[in-house]
């Protein structure tokens, strides 16, 4: 089935892509939803825990148990929303950032030779792929979407 397929070959080339990196990139050892909520605090500055559970997919118990992993490892800083002092709002620390980059730039180089080590066939299926790719991740954020409101 392909779906299964998709998402197995998907998964797998993640678990391996972020296992090569650790060798690659500084201490402290960080897990891939780490990674992802480091990378949606970088693209949206101050968002609160809930925000970012919803671009994650993730509820908030499990963003704020996140969150309390990476101010401990000097990766974020949760400040009082000012507009509500109930809500946090969370940052990216220096060290964070410096992370993000070097994490970026190893997994790109780590891609792109493995990409370039591909038949020129196989780099233009994947090439022609990632349309349909992001075609079926916009379907099925749309249909979470309106799973979410009923």
């Given at each position: 089935m392909l779906g299964e397929e998709l998402m197995t070959t998907i998964a797998a080339l993640r678990?391996?892509?972020?296992?090569?990196?650790?060798s690659v990139v500084p201490d402290p050892p960080l897990r891939g939803a780490q990674?992802?909520?480091?990378?949606?605090?970088?693209?949206?500055?101050?968002?609160?825990?809930?925000?970012?559970?919803?671009?994650?997919?993730?509820?908030?118990?499990?963003?704020s148990t996140l969150v309390n992993q990476?101010?401990?490892?000097?990766?974020?800083?949760?400040?009082?929303?000012?507009?509500?002092?109930?809500a946090a709002r969370l940052w990216l620390t220096e060290a964070a950032t410096q992370r993000l980059a070097a994490w970026r730039q190893a997994r790109v180089e780590l891609v792109a030779d493995g990409v370039a080590g591909l038949s020129v066939a196989d780099r233009q299926a994947l090439a022609q792929a990632l349309p349909a790719l992001r075609a079926l991740l916009v379907a099925l954020d749309a249909e979470e979407e309106r799973s979410a409101k009923r």
């Open positions: 678990r391996l892509v972020h296992r090569r990196l650790r990674v992802e909520l480091l990378q949606v605090i970088k693209k949206q500055p101050g968002i609160g825990i809930a925000p970012a559970g919803r671009a994650l997919h993730l509820a908030a118990n499990s963003v990476l101010i401990d490892q000097g990766m974020l800083v949760r400040q009082t929303d000012p507009d509500d002092r109930r």
